[in-house]
T-cell receptor, first 109, second 113 residues
């Protein structure tokens, strides 16, 4: 079953621009995580935000969490061609990571 | 060592074959996972092992059989698969079942012919 839903599903931007991806979820969560997947490869963990946190930064990444709206956003600033990948939010409840459908980001040089 | 190693990277098997996928981690993680991912779709959970015991089986057909021989190893035994089982199979591990990041292997690309 899918818990998170990303928006948009596909995004194309120019190098240097910012990319914003949104994620909505349905039930209460312990935390929310964002992962990146390069084409056909494994997923790489980017950032984890706990349910009692509202914002978190890691390098060029900024994640926000609004538990009242059951939504999160991932902002990548000053994008690079190497940021081209699929990005998934994952909600964590019980012993299960449930992934949203993902956003395919293309950063054009 | 923060790696999860999966073998083989690619596997082609016939519908009558028996094969196994292997996953190994040496991070001392006590939760290990198998996910199935179809093209342009998110990973879907298949099995969770917690402290070497199967804790979640997401209604996976019996032609997929997981095994956790010890805390570092996770196998997925395959038998009598169907062409629609062709997918990327991902193994992951995490320190515990909740509130921690998951580390993923690079996956096994399985093709059933």
């Amino acid at each position: 079953s899918q818990q998170g839903e990303e928006d948009p599903q596909a995004l194309s931007i120019q190098e240097g621009e910012n990319a914003t991806m949104n994620c909505s979820y349905k039930t209460s969560i312990n935390n929310l995580q964002w992962y990146r997947q390069n084409s056909g490869r494994g997923l790489v963990h980017l950032i984890l935000i706990r349910s009692n946190e509202r914002e978190k930064h890691s390098g060029r990444l900024r994640v926000t969490l609004d538990t009242s709206k059951k939504s999160s956003s991932l902002l990548i600033t000053a994008s690079r061609a190497a940021d081209t990948a699929s990005y998934f939010c994952a909600t964590d409840y019980g012993q299960n990571f449930v992934f949203g459908p993902g956003t395919r980001l293309s950063v054009l040089p | 060592d923060t790696e999860v190693t999966q073998t083989p990277k690619h596997l082609v098997m016939g519908m009558t074959n028996k094969k196994s996928l292997k996953c190994e981690q040496h991070m001392g993680h006590r939760a290990m996972y198998w996910y199935k991912q179809k093209a342009k779709k998110p990973p879907e959970l298949m099995f969770v092992y917690s402290y070497e015991k199967l804790s979640i089986n997401e209604s996976v057909p019996s032609r997929f059989s997981p095994e956790c021989p010890n805390s570092s190893l996770l196998n997925l035994h395959l038998h009598a698969l169907q062409p629609e089982d062709s997918a990327l199979y991902l193994c992951a591990s995490s320190r515990g079942p909740q509130g921690t990041e998951a580390f993923f292997g690079q996956g096994t690309r399985l093709t059933v012919v």
